[in-house]
């Protein structure tokens, strides 16, 4: 099987065609991440502080109590000034701390000012006030009888508590804050797939595959004679094309991994990735879709809309495992789109009309579920899980689970499909 399998892979490289798409697929990677590396250089890598409100607070319950509570915003107050000064002076240490016990102390504040019943309410409280006592911070729940009016609103809340959970993982594990469009050894794999192979991946399947139907048409019959070789010939083809399609995908990107060792290390391979934890494990649906609103609050490589970052359920992931899940997602995605083409081609005799049917039909399923999409008959649109970086983020209204079984049982049925196919060859 392995034979037939490297030869395949060998005839696929040595093709004039196919050495010219590889080159410019290449060219395309290149001239993105030197975008991206200029474009990190004026991104922010930080968030405004969302500071603590003062407005629901009277002096008249307790004017002593009062003055001791606007002598800590005072002190709150400037703390903030130096942590922003130290931001943009690019002293990170001192930033994340500042980010750290600002953050804890907004969300301890949401906590206090909220009209919820209970702390169920309020996931990883016990986190935060653990970073409360090994700060040094002062409890604010003190200050509870000043509150004139509450406040049902927690999305707050979940935005602080992230941050702090966030820039305390930066300062334990001494990392730099970087930002979104940040280019090293450890977030080259991760940008390539966000930001060109949604698109370039499928595109790359149909223009390396579109002609095997009709070059392997010729020794197709006589290798379906052979005794035992028909039921296997599926899965040999199979395994050629998408390792042909990989080797052609994710070999540069570890050329490009280790160029970049030297320049920037791979400290970063344990940087922290905001990820949505309920689409993670199950088939969850975001309660509100970020996209609608414009503005976006950075998070390292993580950039979210303000609803998406107040939502529960945003966990903390290592950049290393968020690369494998997205890697795995694309051998997912690579398999279903070489099924795809293969049962067209097998379907459709003439290998220009199998191929534009291939690129009609993922256009069509792409344009029926852009990204802010949130019709729920698109979970079984495959074209929703195109980016699984953006599913597994966050970014998306689907998640990484859904997209995981629904990709893997449209490639079980397509492969049944051509197994069919196969059969009804004429021999």
């Not at 919820?116 to 409890?139: I, Q, T, W």
């Amino acid at each position: 099987m392995w034979t037939y399998v490297l030869f395949n892979i060998k005839s696929n490289l040595k093709r004039k065609e196919n050495l010219i798409l590889i080159v410019l697929f290449i060219i395309c990677e290149i001239a993105l991440l030197f975008i991206l590396n200029t474009k990190s250089f004026t991104e922010s890598p930080y968030q405004t502080s969302l500071g603590i409100g003062i407005a629901s607070v009277s002096q008249k319950n307790d004017p002593k109590l009062y003055q001791e509570f606007m002598d800590e915003v005072n002190l709150i107050r400037q703390t903030i000034d130096k942590g922003e000064q130290d931001g943009k002076e690019k002293n990170w240490k001192s930033y994340c701390e500042y980010k750290v016990k600002v953050s804890v102390l907004e969300a301890q504040w949401y906590m206090v000012t909220s009209n919820m019943p209970n702390d169920s309410y309020f996931e990883h409280a016990d986190v935060l006030e653990g970073l409360r006592k090994e700060y040094g911070l002062p409890d604010l729940s003190q200050y509870e009888k000043l509150i004139v009016q509450k406040s049902n609103d927690i999305n707050l809340y979940f935005c602080s508590m992230q941050q702090a959970r966030y820039f305390d993982y930066l300062l334990k594990h001494d990392l730099t804050p970087i930002t979104y469009s940040y280019v090293d050894a450890s977030s080259v794999s991760l940008q390539i797939a966000r930001y060109i192979l949604p698109v370039v991946l499928p595109l790359l399947v149909g223009l390396l595959l579109f002609q095997q139907r009709e070059r392997r048409a010729k020794t197709e019959k006589t290798i379906l004679t052979i005794s035992g070789v028909k039921k296997k010939y599926v899965r040999w083809n199979l395994i050629s094309d998408v390792l042909f399609v990989l080797l052609v995908v994710f070999l540069p990107i570890l050329v490009y991994m280790i160029v970049l060792v030297p320049f920037k290390g791979v400290s970063n391979l344990i940087y922290p990735v905001l990820y949505y934890k309920p689409g993670f494990t199950g088939f969850h649906y975001w309660d509100t879709q970020g996209l609608d609103h414009i503005e976006l609050v950075a998070s390292g490589l993580t950039n979210m809309s303000v609803n998406q970052f107040t939502t529960p359920g945003m966990e903390l992931m290592p950049l290393w495992q968020c690369t494998l899940f997205v890697a795995f997602g694309l051998v997912l995605s690579t398999i279903f789109y070489v099924l795809l083409i293969t049962v067209l081609s097998e379907l459709m005799k003439n290998k220009y009309l199998s191929l534009l049917v291939f690129l009609v039909v993922l256009g069509l399923c792409s344009f029926a579920s852009p990204l802010g999409n949130m019709q729920k008959i698109n979970t079984f649109n495959p074209m929703s899980y195109r980016d699984f970086g953006m599913n597994l983020l966050g970014t998306s209204y689907f998640g990484y689970f859904a997209g995981i079984v629904i990709i893997g049982l449209y490639s079980v049925i397509l492969y049944l499909i051509s197994k069919w196919c196969a059969k009804k060859v004429r021999v």
